[in-house]
């Protein structure tokens, strides 16, 4: 059915828990749908290199005053505009148990998922097996309202590359671990990559892990001639671990 508004139009009408199988290599448009049950989006052919596409021009959001369990995108290509989209751009109060990136291509945003508003809880921020790549300022994950909080942050057997920001947050966090990942022209020069900018709420109480992962420089995307980045703001009672990680000569923090 080519319709591109044929997921935005059936997601009000799928039950609790729905699994939405999505064509490969058709256009699908995120439409500003609120989520306000768990659901699983994913490719009706997870062997299909040609994955399903969301167009994020009009970006996800979730439901005023829900509660969901989880929403799963699995074998999804998302793009948008670099100047200005998102995945999922949050301005209400929720309580989300997970968000979760499997074997997906996110490309060209301003963002993956920013919280701008409200207050709530994202329990666990899950990407996996997934590439990402071109993405503007407000970087991987942006928890922008100090009412907001996202305890769990884990990124396993993915590549991260020409994002201009990485993680920021407002509030504390419970956990961070990145495991197995290659992280490639992240942040912008000069940028913070691991930036919990809020005093008195600045921290990863359970810690930051990196382990078996592969790190090289900053994105000089202004051709200024320097990578230097800038590692950390805040964070000072958070302990960092490092395991089986490696980093390029050009690994530079300024």
Same mark, same amino acid.
């Given at each position: 059915?080519?319709?591109?508004?044929?997921?935005?139009?059936?997601?009000?009408?799928?039950?609790? @828990?729905?699994?939405?199988?999505?064509?490969?290599?058709?256009?699908?448009?995120?439409?500003?749908?609120?989520?306000?049950?768990?659901?699983?989006?994913?490719?009706?052919?997870?062997?299909?290199?040609?994955?399903?596409?969301?167009?994020?021009? $009009?970006?996800?959001?979730?439901?005023?005053?829900?509660?969901?369990?989880?929403?799963?995108?699995?074998?999804?290509?998302?793009?948008?505009?670099?100047?200005?989209?998102?995945?999922?751009?949050?301005?209400?109060?929720? !309580?989300?148990?997970?968000?979760?990136?499997?074997?997906?291509?996110?490309?060209?945003?301003?963002?993956? =998922?920013?919280?701008?508003?409200?207050?709530?809880?994202?329990?666990?921020?899950?990407?996996?097996?997934?590439?990402?790549?071109?993405?503007?300022?407000?970087?991987?994950?942006?928890?922008?309202?100090? !009412? %907001?909080?996202?305890?769990?942050?884990?990124?396993? &057997? $993915?590549?991260?590359?020409?994002?201009?920001?990485?993680?920021?947050?407002?509030?504390?966090?419970?956990?961070?671990?990145?495991?197995?990942?290659?992280? $490639?022209?992240?942040?912008?020069?000069?940028?913070?990559?691991?930036?919990?900018?809020?005093?008195?709420?600045?921290? =990863?109480?359970? @810690?930051?892990?990196?382990?078996?992962?592969? %790190?090289?420089?900053?994105?000089?995307?202004?051709?200024? @001639? $320097? !990578?230097?980045?800038?590692?950390?703001?805040?964070?000072?009672?958070? &302990?960092?671990?490092?395991?089986?990680?490696?980093?390029?000569?050009?690994?530079?923090?300024?």
């Amino acid at each position: 059915i080519d319709n591109a508004n044929i997921l935005v139009d059936t997601l009000p009408d799928v039950p609790d @828990g729905a699994i939405v199988l999505l064509e490969p290599g058709m256009v699908y448009n995120a439409g500003g749908h609120a989520f306000d049950k768990s659901v699983t989006l994913k490719s009706s052919e997870a062997s299909n290199l040609m994955l399903p596409k969301i167009d994020c021009a $009009s970006n996800f959001n979730f439901a005023d005053g829900g509660t969901v369990d989880s929403i799963i995108f699995m074998n999804i290509e998302f793009f948008g505009e670099y100047d200005a989209r998102y995945v999922l751009n949050a301005d209400v109060s929720a !309580t989300v148990g997970e968000l979760r990136f499997d074997n997906c291509d996110i490309h060209d945003l301003r963002g993956v =998922v920013r919280i701008k508003d409200g207050a709530g809880t994202l329990d666990s921020y899950t990407i996996m097996n997934s590439t990402l790549d071109s993405i503007r300022d407000y970087g991987i994950l942006t928890v922008d309202k100090n !009412t %907001w909080m996202c305890n769990n942050i884990m990124f396993k &057997n $993915s590549t991260f590359s020409k994002t201009r920001a990485f993680l920021t947050s407002r509030n504390n966090s419970t956990s961070v671990v990145i495991d197995g990942c290659t992280i $490639s022209e992240v942040t912008a020069t000069g940028q913070r990559m691991f930036r919990w900018r809020e005093s008195g709420q600045d921290n =990863v109480t359970g @810690g930051i892990m990196i382990k078996n992962t592969f %790190w090289s420089h900053g994105w000089d995307e202004e051709n200024s @001639g $320097s !990578t230097g980045i800038d590692g950390f703001d805040g964070l000072g009672e958070t &302990n960092w671990t490092f395991e089986n990680t490696y980093s390029t000569n050009a690994l530079v923090f300024a």
